[in-house]
């Protein structure tokens, strides 16, 4: 069962916990999380065109996200028996194996938890009876924050590799104490966080370069 959301969901809330059926067994989704970070994503239907590529590119890149120590959990709103033939043709169409749970969510009470709900029809279905969106990506880190809330409309496949770098920014970011620049991707320089006085960040960041006092780029230092 999922529970009631009673403060909005933003960037630094805890992640609502809620209890529900997936495609691996039943979760607690807290005690899913563990220590891990999650990314927690979303479909309308079934069977839909464009969830099809996306499961099956998420399955291909599940290895890389391991790698990042993060799990995979999707949601469509549809039963575990409808999930589990959609799944089959997943594999089939994408050449991939989907091993990550999906949440069956057919009531959408996970959706309305999470403020999955297109604003045109809160019952996520068109005047045609066609499947709205419920569309939504959560990056959440093992202290249970939400960290990023990325949506996207019924037409849009998400990206992948955004995705893939936005856990690669939070993680970096976290461990570093500093920002990533637009369009960044590991192995870029990053930008020295703003708090940081530019004489302690000199010596934490000994190639730092000034380019205004509020910009500051420096390449990571090297590790073994």
Known sequence: MAAERTTPLRLGSTAPNFQ???????????EFIGDKWVVF????EDYTPVCTTELGEMARLEPEFSKRNVKLIGLSANTLGSHEGWIQDINEVTG?????????????KVAYLYDMIDYQDTTNVDSKGIAFTIRSVFVIDPK?????????????????????????SLQTGDKYKI????????????????GTKTEDA????????????YLRYTPLPKTD
């Open 41 to 44: 994503f979303s479909h309308p």
């Open 20 to 30: 529900a059926d997936t495609t691996k067994g039943p979760i607690d989704f807290h």
């Open 179 to 194: 920002a990533t620049p637009i369009n960044w991707v590991p192995g870029d320089d990053v930008i020295v966080h703003p």
């Open 202 to 213: 000199a010596k934490i960041f000994p190639e730092m370069k000034v380019v205004k006092p």
């Open 144 to 168: 249970k924050t939400i960290r990023t809330i990325l949506s996207y409309p019924a037409s849009t496949g998400r990206n992948s590799a955004e995705i893939l770098r936005v856990v690669d």
């Open 96 to 108: 991939s194996n989907v091993n990550f749970p999906i949440i069956a969510d057919k009531e959408r």
